[in-house]
Protein backbone atom coordinates (compact mmCIF):
# COMPACT_ATOMS: atom_id res chain seq x y z
CA UNK A 1 0.00 0.00 0.00
CA UNK A 2 1.44 3.61 -0.88
CA UNK A 3 2.48 5.68 1.91
CA UNK A 4 0.73 9.17 1.05
CA UNK A 5 2.93 10.85 3.77
CA UNK A 6 2.97 14.87 3.77
CA UNK A 7 5.58 16.14 1.62
CA UNK A 8 5.58 19.92 2.84
CA UNK A 9 5.54 21.04 6.12
CA UNK A 10 5.05 24.86 5.82
CA UNK A 11 4.29 27.64 8.41
CA UNK A 12 1.47 29.51 8.48
CA UNK A 13 3.41 32.14 6.87
CA UNK A 14 5.17 30.05 4.48
CA UNK A 15 1.62 28.73 3.35
CA UNK A 16 -0.18 31.79 3.05
CA UNK A 17 2.53 33.00 0.81
CA UNK A 18 2.83 30.17 -1.30
CA UNK A 19 -1.18 30.13 -2.25
CA UNK A 20 -1.34 33.94 -3.02
CA UNK A 21 2.11 33.36 -5.53
CA UNK A 22 0.62 30.38 -7.14
CA UNK A 23 -2.79 31.44 -7.50
CA UNK A 24 -2.83 32.38 -11.19
CA UNK A 25 -1.46 29.12 -12.32
CA UNK A 26 -4.06 27.35 -10.13
CA UNK A 27 -6.87 29.14 -11.44
CA UNK A 28 -5.54 28.60 -14.78
CA UNK A 29 -5.50 24.98 -13.79
CA UNK A 30 -9.39 25.42 -13.13
CA UNK A 31 -10.42 26.77 -16.07
CA UNK A 32 -8.29 23.61 -17.89
CA UNK A 33 -9.67 21.50 -16.16
CA UNK A 34 -12.97 23.10 -18.30
CA UNK A 35 -11.91 22.58 -21.29
CA UNK A 36 -11.63 26.40 -21.51
CA UNK A 37 -9.81 27.65 -24.60
CA UNK A 38 -7.42 30.04 -22.84
CA UNK A 39 -4.18 30.58 -22.25
CA UNK A 40 -1.74 31.00 -19.25
CA UNK A 41 -0.51 34.72 -20.42
CA UNK A 42 -4.51 35.81 -20.83
CA UNK A 43 -5.56 34.20 -17.34
CA UNK A 44 -2.74 36.29 -16.22
CA UNK A 45 -4.30 39.22 -18.15
CA UNK A 46 -7.51 39.00 -16.97
CA UNK A 47 -6.62 38.54 -13.95
CA UNK A 48 -4.26 41.68 -13.88
CA UNK A 49 -7.43 43.96 -14.91
CA UNK A 50 -6.99 44.03 -18.74
CA UNK A 51 -8.87 42.69 -21.15
CA UNK A 52 -8.25 40.48 -23.74
CA UNK A 53 -9.36 40.89 -27.07
CA UNK A 54 -10.85 37.04 -28.07
CA UNK A 55 -11.59 35.85 -24.52
CA UNK A 56 -15.43 35.44 -24.77
CA UNK A 57 -17.32 36.60 -21.86
CA UNK A 58 -17.96 33.76 -20.46
CA UNK A 59 -14.93 32.75 -19.93
CA UNK A 60 -13.71 36.46 -18.19
CA UNK A 61 -16.87 35.49 -15.53
CA UNK A 62 -15.36 31.93 -14.85
CA UNK A 63 -11.73 33.51 -14.08
CA UNK A 64 -12.66 36.29 -12.33
CA UNK A 65 -15.17 33.49 -10.14
CA UNK A 66 -12.40 31.43 -9.38
CA UNK A 67 -10.17 35.00 -8.46
CA UNK A 68 -12.90 35.76 -6.22
CA UNK A 69 -13.17 31.60 -4.75
CA UNK A 70 -9.19 32.05 -4.37
CA UNK A 71 -9.44 34.98 -2.41
CA UNK A 72 -12.06 34.01 0.20
CA UNK A 73 -10.16 30.60 0.26
CA UNK A 74 -7.25 32.17 1.52
CA UNK A 75 -9.19 35.26 3.63
CA UNK A 76 -11.15 32.45 5.56
CA UNK A 77 -8.21 29.76 6.17
CA UNK A 78 -9.41 29.35 9.85
CA UNK A 79 -13.06 28.74 9.02
CA UNK A 80 -14.36 25.06 9.84
CA UNK A 81 -14.39 23.11 6.84
CA UNK A 82 -18.14 21.83 6.51
CA UNK A 83 -20.64 21.70 3.50
CA UNK A 84 -21.57 25.06 4.46
CA UNK A 85 -18.13 26.35 3.49
CA UNK A 86 -17.77 24.21 0.64
CA UNK A 87 -21.24 26.23 -0.96
CA UNK A 88 -19.54 29.10 -0.25
CA UNK A 89 -16.38 28.19 -2.69
CA UNK A 90 -19.35 27.03 -5.07
CA UNK A 91 -20.73 30.82 -4.55
CA UNK A 92 -18.09 32.20 -6.04
CA UNK A 93 -17.01 29.76 -8.70
CA UNK A 94 -20.53 28.98 -9.90
CA UNK A 95 -21.81 32.45 -9.97
CA UNK A 96 -23.64 33.50 -13.03
CA UNK A 97 -22.88 30.13 -14.72
CA UNK A 98 -25.24 27.76 -13.39
CA UNK A 99 -29.11 27.39 -12.60
CA UNK A 100 -27.71 28.05 -8.72
CA UNK A 101 -24.83 28.66 -7.33
CA UNK A 102 -23.84 28.32 -3.71
CA UNK A 103 -26.60 25.30 -2.89
CA UNK A 104 -26.72 21.92 -2.81
CA UNK A 105 -28.34 20.48 -6.66
CA UNK A 106 -31.79 18.80 -6.41
CA UNK A 107 -31.85 17.45 -9.84
CA UNK A 108 -30.27 15.20 -12.01
CA UNK A 109 -26.96 15.94 -13.81
CA UNK A 110 -24.77 13.79 -15.83
CA UNK A 111 -21.17 14.00 -16.70
CA UNK A 112 -19.44 14.20 -20.40
CA UNK A 113 -17.59 10.82 -21.16
CA UNK A 114 -18.70 8.39 -18.66
CA UNK A 115 -22.33 6.92 -18.17
CA UNK A 116 -22.34 7.28 -14.19
CA UNK A 117 -24.92 9.20 -13.34
CA UNK A 118 -24.35 11.15 -9.74
CA UNK A 119 -27.10 10.68 -7.58
CA UNK A 120 -29.04 14.00 -5.74
CA UNK A 121 -26.93 14.98 -2.83
CA UNK A 122 -28.88 14.65 0.61
CA UNK A 123 -27.27 17.40 3.13
CA UNK A 124 -27.24 15.11 6.04
CA UNK A 125 -25.33 12.41 4.20
CA UNK A 126 -22.96 14.49 2.33
CA UNK A 127 -21.96 16.72 5.34
CA UNK A 128 -21.09 13.16 6.70
CA UNK A 129 -19.03 11.88 4.22
CA UNK A 130 -16.94 15.26 4.55
CA UNK A 131 -16.60 14.80 8.18
CA UNK A 132 -15.98 11.12 7.42
CA UNK A 133 -13.09 12.10 4.97
CA UNK A 134 -11.33 15.26 7.23
CA UNK A 135 -11.73 13.15 10.75
CA UNK A 136 -10.11 10.08 9.27
CA UNK A 137 -6.36 9.14 10.14
CA UNK A 138 -5.00 9.70 6.78
CA UNK A 139 -2.43 12.48 6.45
CA UNK A 140 -3.58 15.98 4.99
CA UNK A 141 -2.50 15.38 1.88
CA UNK A 142 -4.08 12.08 1.49
CA UNK A 143 -7.30 13.73 2.87
CA UNK A 144 -6.97 16.55 0.55
CA UNK A 145 -6.43 14.19 -2.63
CA UNK A 146 -9.36 12.52 -1.42
CA UNK A 147 -11.73 15.19 -0.82
CA UNK A 148 -10.72 16.67 -4.16
CA UNK A 149 -11.69 13.13 -5.52
CA UNK A 150 -14.63 12.94 -3.73
CA UNK A 151 -16.17 15.94 -4.56
CA UNK A 152 -16.05 15.81 -7.82
CA UNK A 153 -17.66 12.33 -8.40
CA UNK A 154 -20.53 13.51 -5.94
CA UNK A 155 -21.34 16.33 -8.27
CA UNK A 156 -22.69 18.15 -5.23
CA UNK A 157 -23.72 21.40 -7.38
CA UNK A 158 -25.25 22.53 -10.95
CA UNK A 159 -21.92 23.78 -12.30
CA UNK A 160 -18.17 24.14 -10.76
CA UNK A 161 -17.84 20.72 -8.93
CA UNK A 162 -13.78 20.14 -9.97
CA UNK A 163 -12.93 24.02 -9.35
CA UNK A 164 -15.42 24.08 -5.62
CA UNK A 165 -13.53 20.39 -5.02
CA UNK A 166 -9.94 21.61 -6.17
CA UNK A 167 -10.25 24.11 -3.62
CA UNK A 168 -11.90 22.37 -0.55
CA UNK A 169 -8.53 19.93 -1.30
CA UNK A 170 -6.38 23.51 -1.41
CA UNK A 171 -8.07 24.88 2.17
CA UNK A 172 -7.06 21.38 3.84
CA UNK A 173 -3.22 21.79 1.97
CA UNK A 174 -2.97 25.73 3.01
CA UNK A 175 -4.33 25.54 6.38
CA UNK A 176 -2.46 22.69 7.58
CA UNK A 177 1.10 24.18 5.77
CA UNK A 178 0.98 21.31 3.44
CA UNK A 179 1.67 22.79 -0.14
CA UNK A 180 -1.16 22.66 -3.16
CA UNK A 181 -2.84 20.75 -5.29
CA UNK A 182 -2.15 21.77 -8.78
CA UNK A 183 -2.79 19.90 -11.90
CA UNK A 184 -0.44 21.21 -14.65
CA UNK A 185 -1.56 21.62 -18.35
CA UNK A 186 1.16 18.93 -19.02
CA UNK A 187 -0.29 15.80 -17.47
CA UNK A 188 -4.09 17.28 -17.62
CA UNK A 189 -4.96 14.70 -20.50
CA UNK A 190 -3.93 11.77 -18.24
CA UNK A 191 -5.66 13.45 -15.60
CA UNK A 192 -8.82 13.31 -17.58
CA UNK A 193 -8.53 9.70 -18.26
CA UNK A 194 -8.15 8.95 -14.86
CA UNK A 195 -10.69 10.67 -14.08
CA UNK A 196 -13.39 9.38 -16.28
CA UNK A 197 -11.66 5.76 -15.20
CA UNK A 198 -12.77 6.42 -11.59
CA UNK A 199 -16.28 7.86 -12.52
CA UNK A 200 -16.61 4.72 -14.32
CA UNK A 201 -15.59 2.41 -11.47
CA UNK A 202 -15.49 4.34 -8.11
CA UNK A 203 -11.72 3.10 -7.38
CA UNK A 204 -9.61 5.99 -6.97
CA UNK A 205 -6.40 4.29 -5.90
CA UNK A 206 -4.74 5.45 -9.52
CA UNK A 207 -5.64 8.68 -9.54
CA UNK A 208 -4.72 9.01 -6.34
CA UNK A 209 -1.33 7.81 -6.58
CA UNK A 210 -1.21 9.95 -10.10
CA UNK A 211 -1.95 13.40 -8.41
CA UNK A 212 0.13 11.90 -5.22
CA UNK A 213 3.37 12.13 -7.76
CA UNK A 214 2.56 14.90 -9.72
CA UNK A 215 0.20 17.60 -8.55
CA UNK A 216 1.86 18.22 -5.09
CA UNK A 217 3.31 21.20 -4.99
CA UNK A 218 4.94 23.19 -2.27
CA UNK A 219 8.40 25.22 -1.11
CA UNK A 220 11.26 23.24 -1.21
CA UNK A 221 14.06 25.05 1.11
CA UNK A 222 17.90 24.17 -0.10
CA UNK A 223 19.58 22.97 3.22
CA UNK A 224 22.68 25.24 4.47
CA UNK A 225 25.84 23.63 3.92
CA UNK A 226 28.45 23.18 6.82
CA UNK A 227 31.58 24.64 6.54
CA UNK A 228 35.01 22.84 6.38
CA UNK A 229 36.22 25.49 9.27
CA UNK A 230 32.72 23.97 11.33
CA UNK A 231 33.42 20.77 10.51
CA UNK A 232 36.89 20.68 11.77
CA UNK A 233 35.65 22.65 15.06
CA UNK A 234 34.15 19.71 16.19
Partial sequence: ????????????????????????????????????????????????????????????????????AWRYLVSSIDVPVSISYVCKLNEYVARNEALEWGVLRTGNVGISGTDYIPPIPDAWEVEKELADILSSGKTNTEKAIIAFMWGARRQLFWDGNKRTSLLLANNILVANGNGLLTII??????????????????????????????????????????????????
Avoid: H
Fill in 185 to 234: EKNMAQFNDLLVAYYNTNDMSNIKAFLYEYAISGIDFKMPVKSEQSETER
Fill in 1 to 68: MQDFKDKYRLTREQSLFLAKKKWDENIYCGMKMENRNITFPQTQTILNGVNVPGVTLDDIQAILNMRD
